[in-house]
């Protein structure tokens, strides 16, 4: 089973090929053009323009994946685009390309949240069962999630305000480092003393699995104005205790998540953590421990498939493909997309889907 994944959510087009082979999963082409450049300017993402540049950039992206695959269109067996949540202009972009490739190849269409995609990376890179315990982290999101199968999600806590990749993002907006800040927080970290400042660890010893970061951002705004900026060797220890702070509040939070889940579901044996975030080298030691320690076995994509990526959403239309869970082509978008529509809603400020 052959398909072609399309992800256009965010600031990254990217298209890969993906087949499900007796002897595993394969990767046969995954590319990204990543939109920093474009965006650069303005500071931050601007939707119309990432929309554009999805735009420009999708349709080559699509003929050099199939290329590298060396197949033709003809020969895969669905076609998958991320089609929420996300920025609605990108969404259009990439799911429209699919739905118009599976229309004319008289393909399967398989609309992919992409949420899930990042749920379930891990059964493509490492052969993890159904159930598990999934630490979700990303630029938009920040949950702790029990996957028990394809489209089955129970969510135990979600960020009250702030998403954990958003925390890294403006933290080293302020500090001074470029964007994405989580990158630019870890290579700077890696010189700096992680227990210079003292920073508060959000929700931490609470019972649950909810995330709050509002707070983390004001303090390191309140340490560079009262220190009246910052110097080369403020900035590295500042980025450090960043990077530390993060690692204390995600792992506070996942320790209560590991101890239900190994209460609840004694036949699950994994901790993974993906999206974006799970990129973090002192993220993936902490909850590698974690794991270890509560007898779960860790398990974590390699970094170029925690971030945004193609190859996520052609493996997770695989996943769909095979169970039978097809899309008609007038499948709608969703901006919003909860894995867990049945979770309680969360009261907080910035609370997202
Ligand atoms: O999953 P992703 O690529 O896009 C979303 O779906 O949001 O995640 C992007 C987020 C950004 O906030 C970025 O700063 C963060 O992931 N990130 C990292 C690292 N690499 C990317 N955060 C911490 N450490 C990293 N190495
Ligand atoms: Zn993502």
Redesign the pocket.
Known sequence: MIVLGIET??D?SAAAVVAATSSGPKILSNLIHSQIAEHLPYGGIVPEIAARAHLDHLHPLISRALSEAGIGLREVDGIAAAAGPGLIGGLIVGSMTAKGLAWAARKAFLGVN?LEA?ALTIRLTDSVQFPYLLLLV????CQLLVCAGVGRYIRLGTTLDD?V??A??KAAKLIGLGY????A??EAARNGDHNRFALPRPMKGRPGCDFSFSGLKTAVRQIIMVGGGLDPRGRADLAASVELAICDALADRTANAVDWFRRKYPEGDALVVA???A???R?RERLMKLATDAGLRFAAPP?PL???NGAMIAWTGIERLRLGLIDSLDAPLRPRWPLDPGAPPRSGAGVKA
């Open positions: 959510s965010c990254e992409h990042h990303s630029g938009g999101h998403a990749g958003e890294f993002d994405p800040g989580g990158p927080i870890e999206g974006g975030v990129a973090n080298k993220l970094s925690c971030t945004d």
